[in-house]
């Protein structure tokens, strides 16, 4: 083992190295000596996977977020204060009672952040332009705090207490990373203790069997320790070890955790987590293809090609304008501002998103030349498109990421690709995204087997009524700091845009932790052609008696809204909110409702009576087809991080939001809406389509049928909550159905079984049709002439999927 350097031996050997390498911005130090091991090899490619290469330490923005880890070591060098139970004085991990209740989940984690915090410091001492690289003084504190940590706590006698994370993924990625930058630092006893801990608490048996905290992206995390580990301590049993329990989290699941064929990602059973934990599996799996690639163990399974599939099948419907939509993130919106840090954002939709895009492109080395070329465009568009928050300038982002992502930025050969549009379903997380010319939205629902919300590890507080049929939307060149700009903490949680809600009094954490609070529905989902669709909601509050019907019918330049049967018992009010719009802290957008300009003062409410259309500058419209009652405020609200994360920061923050909703009274028994939100429609726009009363056509609204037909477009949507008839349709059983007519003289009917459970389905249109041209299995007879009629066998094994027949008009 190579001993430690001197101070002045280190830079005397070091000198023209490293004048190459800033020239060249690889970081200092490391590498593979002759005769290397193959163990040798894997540990300097994931050095530089931590590190990053290709980037100069004295361009931007390298040479301020190099300096601002160098600031960052150092503070941590200076503060640390080895002592029994602490490794630096505000991080005391010395559990006076362990178990595994909350203030133990304290102590495991301050236990893992002092690992963290060596790892910061760590690559300071790698990375060139820190100010801190090489530093003799900085690496004996580094060396100093792994011995202490080991001898304190984290090591092969200990006993886990606090939060199993701790203990099996954050403690023993961040020793593992800070072992491989500083392995020629380390003893042979040192690295042997260091592999012990690991052993102790990430045993062979942690992958035993895909279950419980074993699945999905925790997986992932645990292979890495594996991997790293037998890296780290030259054991080739372990890292194919890792290698191989990577395998159960590539084939697609049908529940629970894991891929989903539609897209779907869900991590701890319940919870739609795509831009959260997924973006960890993402990332994670990128890391480890990548370092294993051309070695003994590189990764071989031919299922691994569903992980990049799932690139444009899973993350890209989600990803807008660099950001991943905050319905599939959990608990992580709660996460804006730290108690800690009060002057730094954590995370938000955008940074999250660019996380994502660095994930993609690392993952691209490992992919299809075509696959590569197409993602790094997709990567280049959006970094492009993102105005709100440029990724380059991101502040949580590492210097390796910044990396990846200059890299795309910067090469001339790669032409950014356009935002995707289309129609997307993700029935395995009663999910739903919008995406057209100009603008994007997303619906989130809930089921028997998606949760309302989740929370846990005191975050996520008030998350209750996500799940409630919230509808986000964002505009291709506004905004898109809607839900950004400290929405979380400051809008009324009562009323989220989209959500049908009791106006009950929920505590924090209502429902319990992880996802744990279902509602006991199963008609959740839709039918789309990848156009346009017909999605479906029955509602049942959390912790209430509410129950309701909504749908929506995603088209062209509109989404049309429809709630039917709302009714409940709680002794309250029940709202349908329509908007509820973030103006930011000062609220100054324009507001209009049929040609007239609404006060722009706070506060201002007022009751509009018979409101055709009504317009919020800068934003979009909406219309309210044969006039509505709705309530409008422009509210100042203040909130804190705090209030929804225990951990978030107690600054008082304020934002201005304009507010529409349906007021359906006390203990309502039949209340209903229909309006439609048209995203980016100007005041004239809006106003135009209020006045074409032709356009749309409401069907049905009520608790057996919702439907709509628009005739320009040639389109038919009704979601079947029972069977029966709307227009010119006829279902035998609960289903979802769109249709759209083509002015080519054919037609596209899309059917599916939202509830999983119809063994047989007959569907009737009645229009003249010649022939079917394409049908697919699960279609048993279809009778053409005078009308369509088709019927289905079991539908029940199809997962919600939607069912396309195309045929020929009569």
């Known amino acids: 083992m190579t001993r430690s350097w001197s101070r002045r031996s280190f830079l005397a050997t070091t000198a023209t190295a490293s004048l190459a390498a800033f020239a060249l911005g690889t970081p200092l130090f490391g590498g593979v000596a002759y005769g290397a091991t193959e163990h040798d090899t894997l540990r300097a490619k994931w050095r530089t996977l931590l590190l990053g290469s290709g980037f100069s330490p004295t361009t931007e923005p390298f040479k301020t977020k190099l300096a601002e880890l160098g600031t960052s070591a150092g503070g941590y060098r200076s503060t640390m204060a080895p002592a029994t139970g602490s490794l630096w004085p505000d991080l005391n991990f010395a559990d006076p009672e362990p178990d595994t209740d909350q203030d133990s989940f304290g102590y495991s984690g301050r236990m893992s952040d002092s690992y963290s915090r060596l790892l910061t410091m760590a690559q300071a001492f790698c990375q060139p332009?820190?100010?801190?690289?090489?530093?003799?003084?900085?690496?004996?504190?580094?060396?100093?705090?792994?011995?202490?940590?080991?001898?304190?706590?984290?090591?092969?006698?200990?006993?886990?207490?606090?939060?199993?994370?701790?203990?099996?993924?954050?403690?023993?990625?961040?020793?593992?990373?800070?072992?491989?930058?500083?392995?020629?630092?380390?003893?042979?006893?040192?690295?042997?203790?260091?592999?012990?801990?690991?052993?102790?608490?990430?045993?062979?048996?942690?992958?035993?069997?895909?279950?419980?905290?074993?699945?999905?992206?925790n997986r992932v995390d645990l292979c890495r320790v594996l991997i790293l580990r037998g890296i780290v301590g030259a054991n080739s049993a372990k890292i194919a070890l890792g290698r191989d329990a990577l395998s159960p989290v590539f084939p697609y699941v049908t529940s629970?955790?894991?891929?989903?064929?539609?897209?779907?990602?869900?991590?701890?059973?319940?919870?739609?987590?795509?831009?959260?934990?997924?973006?960890?599996?993402?990332?994670?799996?990128?890391?480890?293809?990548a370092v294993l690639a051309g070695s003994t163990w590189a990764v071989t399974d031919t299922k691994r090609q569903i992980v990049f599939d799932a690139v444009e099948n899973a993350w890209a419907p989600f990803v807008y304008n660099g950001l991943i939509m905050d319905n599939v993130a959990g608990r992580a919106i709660s996460r804006g501002i730290s108690a800690s840090d009060p002057k730094a954002?954590?995370?938000?939709?955008?940074?999250?998103?660019?996380?994502?895009?660095?994930?993609?492109?690392?993952?691209?080395?490992?992919?299809?030349?075509?696959?590569?070329?197409?993602?790094?465009?997709?990567?280049?568009?959006?970094?492009?498109?993102?105005?709100?928050?440029?990724?380059?300038?991101?502040?949580?982002?590492?210097?390796?990421?910044?990396?990846?992502?200059?890299?795309?930025?910067?090469?001339?050969?790669?032409?950014?690709?356009?935002?995707?549009?289309?129609?997307?379903?993700?029935?395995?997380?009663?999910?739903?995204?919008?995406r057209r010319p100009g603008w994007a939205a997303s619906i989130s629902m809930a089921n028997k087997r998606i949760t309302h919300y989740e929370t846990g590890n005191g975050e996520n507080l008030?998350?209750?009524?996500?799940?409630?049929?919230?509808?986000y939307w964002w505009g291709d060149t506004y905004?898109?700091?809607?839900?950004?700009?400290?929405?979380?903490?400051?809008?009324?949680?009562?009323?989220?845009?989209?959500?049908?809600a009791s106006r009950k009094v929920l505590a924090d954490a209502a429902g319990g932790d992880w996802g744990a609070s279902m509602p006991d529905v199963n008609w959740v989902g839709g039918a789309t052609d990848g156009q346009r669709a017909s999605v479906g909601q029955y509602l049942r509050g959390l912790q209430s008696t509410l129950m309701a019907k909504k749908s929506w019918f995603c088209l062209d330049d509109a989404i049309v809204c429809l709630g039917a049967n709302i009714q409940a018992t709680d002794n309250t009010t029940v709202e349908s909110t329509i908007e509820n719009r973030n103006l930011g802290p000062t609220g100054t957008s324009g507001f209009t409702v049929d040609g007239v300009v609404k006060p722009a003062t706070y506060p201002w409410s007022e009751t509009l009576t018979g409101a055709k259309w009504a317009h919020i500058a800068g934003h979009g419209g909406y219309v309210f087809p044969g006039g509505a009652t709705v309530k409008a405020l422009r509210d100042s609200r203040n909130g804190a991080w705090s209030d929804i994360n225990k951990g978030g920061s107690t600054t008082a923050l304020n934002r201005k939001y304009l507010t529409m909703y349906v007021d359906h009274g006390y203990n309502p028994t039949d209340g209903s809406y229909t309006y439609l939100l048209m995203p980016g429609a100007t005041a004239a726009q809006t106003s135009a389509r209020s006045a074409d009363t032709a356009w749309l056509q409401v069907l049905v609204n009520d608790d057996n049928q919702q439907g709509v037909r628009v005739p320009s477009l040639g389109f038919t949507g009704v979601n079947f909550w029972f069977g029966g008839t709307a227009g010119t349709l006829t279902a035998s059983a609960p289903c979802s159905v769109m249709i759209t007519e083509k002015s080519d003289g054919t037609a596209v009917v899309c059917v599916s079984d939202p509830m999983r459970m119809q063994t047989a389905l007959t569907l009737t249109w009645n229009r003249a049709v010649s022939s079917v041209t394409s049908k697919p299995a699960t279609v048993t007879s279809a009778t053409t002439g005078a009308q369509l009629k088709l019927v289905f066998g079991d539908l029940s094994g199809t997962a919600g999927a939607t069912q396309k027949i195309t045929v020929r008009l009569g």
């Open 256 to 289: 629970g955790d894991g891929l989903y064929a539609d897209g779907s990602f869900v991590q701890h059973t319940t919870v739609p987590y795509t831009g959260s934990y997924g973006s960890v599996l993402l990332g994670g799996l990128g890391m480890l293809f």
């Open 345 to 434: 954002v954590m995370a938000n939709d955008h940074l999250r998103g660019h996380s994502i895009l660095a994930s993609i492109v690392l993952l691209a080395e490992g992919a299809s030349a075509t696959e590569k070329a197409r993602w790094r465009g997709l990567v280049k568009g959006w970094m492009q498109r993102d105005y709100y928050s440029p990724p380059m300038q991101n502040p949580s982002m590492s210097v390796v990421g910044l990396s990846r992502l200059y890299g795309v930025a910067n090469d001339s050969a790669v032409a950014a690709i356009a935002e995707p549009t289309g129609h997307r379903l993700f029935s395995g997380m009663a999910r739903a995204t919008h």
């Open 462 to 471: 008030r998350g209750w009524h996500t799940g409630s049929g919230m509808l």
């Open 129 to 217: 332009g820190t100010g801190l690289t090489g530093d003799a003084t900085l690496k004996t504190a580094i060396l100093t705090g792994l011995d202490h940590l080991y001898a304190q706590v984290y090591n092969e006698n200990q006993t886990r207490f606090g939060n199993w994370y701790s203990w099996q993924i954050g403690a023993p990625q961040a020793l593992l990373d800070t072992c491989v930058l500083m392995y020629d630092h380390l003893s042979a006893t040192q690295i042997t203790n260091y592999c012990k801990a690991v052993d102790k608490f990430v045993p062979d048996s942690a992958v035993a069997s895909y279950t419980g905290t074993s699945t999905g992206a």
């Open 479 to 500: 905004a898109n700091g809607q839900y950004s700009d400290a929405f979380w903490p400051t809008v009324d949680p009562y009323r989220l845009p989209g959500i049908t």
